[in-house]
């Protein structure tokens, strides 16, 4: 017997509404979650800091795609000898299993939507790096810890 998967139910999200966490400085504001699409996708507007984003990660379960909205940001991804330079409009697929990072080099915050399919657990594994950076930001080894929870690989920084 075939087990039933909830389906998802429609929804509107109004500007500026959704959750809201801070994942190590860079503000996710959700306009759909994994458990609102049945673990379809997620999808959330990233506000990146001057000199923020995201370190060398490459994720096991899922894929994800951005869409530059405001600002610049410098993408890495394994295979690629070189970085590259997106603004807005510009667009970048960052596969599961291949390496990426993300890098504001702009002096004013980017605005990034960003697209996380299938929602495996990255919203969980987010929530939780949120409330590890309410004291503060957390030590390298904790974050690593964290993320491997969820079948993400963060690249230790060069020494």
């Known amino acids: ?20 966490l801070n994942v190590l400085g860079v503000t996710h504001i959700y306009k759909a979650t994994g458990a609102e699409t049945a673990g379809s996708f997620s999808l959330w507007e990233a506000v990146v ?29 394994e295979g690629d000898s070189a970085p590259h330079r997106v603004g807005p409009g510009g667009f970048f697929f960052g596969a599961r299993g291949r ?5 504001n080099v702009g002096d004013k915050p980017a605005r990034v939507l960003v697209l996380s399919a299938p929602s495996c657990s990255l919203d969980q594994m987010f929530a939780e790096l ?3 950076t ?26």
């Open 1 to 20: 017997m075939e087990a039933k998967v909830a389906a998802a139910e429609p929804f509107v999200r109004e500007p500026a509404a959704g959750s809201t």
């Open 49 to 77: 800091p001057p000199g923020g984003g995201a370190p060398p990660h490459t994720h096991a379960r899922e894929d994800e795609a951005f869409y530059v909205l405001s600002g610049e940001l410098i993408i890495e991804f």
């Open 130 to 132: 949120d409330a590890a």
């Open 134 to 159: 309410v004291a503060g930001m957390p030590e390298m080894r904790k974050l690593v810890a964290i993320a491997a929870k969820y079948g993400v690989t963060i690249d230790p920084p060069a020494a």
């Open 99 to 103: 390496r990426h990072a993300i890098r």
